[in-house]
């Protein structure tokens, strides 16, 4: 940034300023702690590969949500679900104009395996028949030490016509291919390095070093994706990473385990992406339990959740979106009345109202009416959250906290090894898992990871704080928190001994323009992610809904919710910022 210093020095460890509209976060702004190693020199670098993009105003927001050219051209990057990162649009065009047909429109979305594709291609012609509609298989020429199944992309191409239907389907299911896969299989695609194959298998010759050489005339020193020169060393080291993802797994287990349970790594599935945890974990119930149709979401949750029950399950889910105790007894009705249902998804807490569910009572309807749990503990997290007492499996996003660098994607499913339906659930994952998580980001995730019981205990607390600090003020109406909330005993009842409350909150303000001005004023990163080690807010609703805002809004998640994720910054730094921007809506109220 313009005149401050990167070294460390009191210059650098100033408040971050605003990070310009569109650019990603992370950017390279202050955020100072003294528990993350990636701050301790008082500066993060820009991330190219970042998960979110600065949309700093209220303006902003909605001019991202009505896709206004003004706000949408200056996107350099955005959550990789929402929005298709430069790379793999890039590689995708690339795809069709040297092995599709010859000056075509088409369009294609890249995914890492067959399966995918087809199914794919399958959601897109269930909405609307597509007479170009094909799949394709492009892979290296060479064999080497960084090739193989890690560059063989397949494609699905289409009519420009049908992008929603498969922008859809890359959205829900987290089935992509990540932006660092893209960019290595760009270095080989510009080296002349891939080609088509329709089918038979294909067999390169070996040929590691013209691979190597091609690259680096193409990135210079080359790059996977990483930050990192790309030796012959590393390289080899990042052609599987198994190193890594059994480490990423056995932390997952350790944080699930409680004094009486021991979970192992085997029972933790890792996923390049949180939303593909809970799209595979929903197919292998439909896999193990095929006479049980009807799903369940409990709770207003994570509007992706419910969409795959709703859009890819053979019946219509039913959602309990208030996520009170009427709504558990009008599920007991129905299950009392003979209906069977498959499973019953849930999270702790929810967002982003901060609901926390009943699952003593859940678990005991499970047990008599033979269904299973499923609850993502993404937002409450395993350091705070024993959940194994009651569900049968826990999907976590990877890429919020647990990792909490912003700048990598990844999430897992763990199987409760006490769960009766252990063994059928585990045949079922086992039968359909494909490893797809790319190299580069199960190292960075794991990197990203060391320390985070320690983080989530400095995000509970600043978040416990400005929670309080937010409802004791006169501009607002409502702060939704796990401690503050009428539901709290229920989150008590599977909080660990030293277990808080986690780092999300929410905000309703008495009025709209205070809604806009606190968010507006707030100092802080703005743009639609959770769950990084500096705290970011967002007009949530508006991300997540803006096209269903009266639906949302009766089960409470109102318009002009602010949304605001806790990080690790020091306490006085922080609370400070939020008492800064509160006085602009005193000025309101007073006048």
């Known amino acids: ?64 949500a009505t896709r206004k050219p003004d706000v949408i051209n200056k996107m350099k990057s955005g959550y990789p679900r929402f929005f298709i ?23 294609a979305m890249l995914f890492p395996t067959s399966d995918v594709a087809e199914r794919c291609a399958a959601y897109i012609s269930k909405y609307h028949q597509d007479p170009q509609l094909q799949t394709m298989h492009v892979v290296p020429k060479w064999e080497s030490t960084l090739t193989g199944k890690w560059t063989s992309i397949h494609a699905v191409l289409f009519s420009p016509e049908n992008f929603p239907y498969a922008k859809k389907f890359w959205q829900h299911t987290g089935e992509g291919i990540s932006s660092r896969r893209a960019e290595l299989c760009l270095s080989l695609i510009t080296a002349g390095g891939m080609e088509r194959v329709d089918g038979g298998t294909h067999q390169p010759s070996d040929n590691a070093d013209k691979v190597r050489k091609d690259l680096e005339a193409v990135n210079g020193n080359g790059n996977l994706g990483t930050g990192e020169k790309t030796t012959s060393t590393s390289l080899d080291h990042g052609k599987e990473a198994w190193k890594e993802k059994a480490t990423i797994c056995q932390r997952v287990a350790h944080l699930a385990s409680n004094e009486s349970v021991i979970v192992s790594s085997s029972d933790v599935f890792l996923y390049p992406a949180g939303m593909k945890a809970i799209f595979d974990i929903y197919r292998a119930l439909l896999i193990a339990f095929p006479s049980h149709k009807k799903t369940i979401c ?33 599920l007991e009705a129905l299950l009392e009345s003979g209906t069977t249902i498959l499973t019953l998804f849930c999270e702790v807490p929810t967002n982003p109202l901060l609901k926390s569910p009943d699952l003593k009572r859940i678990r005991k309807l499970a047990d008599r009416y033979d269904f299973v749990v499923v609850c993502d503990d993404t937002i409450g997290t395993s350091a705070n959250c024993d959940l194994i007492p009651y569900v049968d499996v826990i999907v976590t996003s990877l890429t919020k906290l647990f990792s909490g660098g912003c700048n990598v994607m990844g999430g897992t499913a763990t199987v409760n090894p006490r769960s009766k339906q252990h063994d059928a659930i585990r045949e079922a994952l086992d039968a359909i898992f494909v490893d797809t998580y790319f190299p580069s980001d199960a190292i960075i995730m794991e990197r990203n990871s060391h320390n985070y019981a320690q983080r989530v205990k400095a995000t509970n607390r600043n978040a416990q704080l400005m929670a309080e600090l937010l409802h004791n003020h006169p501009s607002t109406e409502q702060v939704f928190y796990p401690s503050l909330s009428r539901t709290k005993q229920n989150f008590d009842q599977c909080r660990r001994p030293d277990g808080g409350y986690g780092y999300l909150l929410a905000i309703k303000f008495k009025r709209i323009t205070d809604a806009i001005t606190f968010h507006d004023r707030l100092d802080v990163a ?49 609370l400070d910022v939020v008492k800064r921007a509160l006085k602009y809506t005193e000025v309101s109220i007073d006048g």
């Not at 993009?53 to 909605?62: D, G, K, Q």
């Not at 509007?303 to 105790?325: C, R, W």
């Not at 500096?534 to 919710?561: D, K, P, R, S």
């Open 1 to 64: 940034m313009d005149g401050e210093d990167i070294d460390g020095s009191e210059t650098s460890r100033k408040w971050p300023a605003p990070i310009r509209l569109g650019h990603t976060i992370p950017e390279g702004d202050v955020h100072v702690s003294d528990l993350n190693p990636l701050f301790l020199q008082g500066f993060i670098f820009m991330v190219y590969q970042a998960v979110s993009v600065s949309l700093p105003t209220w303006e902003a927001s909605l001019g991202w």
């Open 85 to 107: 990162h430069p790379m793999i649009t890039h590689l995708a065009s690339l795809v069709v104009k040297k092995y599709g047909v010859e000056s075509s429109t088409l369009l």
């Open 298 to 330: 409990y709770g207003f949750g994570y509007v992706d959740t419910f969409k795959i029950l709703s859009t890819f399950g053979p019946q219509d889910a039913i959602l309990y979106g208030h996520g009170t105790v009427a709504e558990l007894d009008e």
């Open 526 to 574: 703005k743009g639609p992610t959770l769950g990084t080690n500096f705290t970011i807010a967002c007009a949530y609703t508006i991300f997540a809904h803006y096209n269903e805002l009266q639906w949302a809004a009766q089960y409470g998640v109102e318009e002009y919710l602010v949304r605001v994720s806790v990080g690790m910054e020091p306490t006085a730094m922080l």
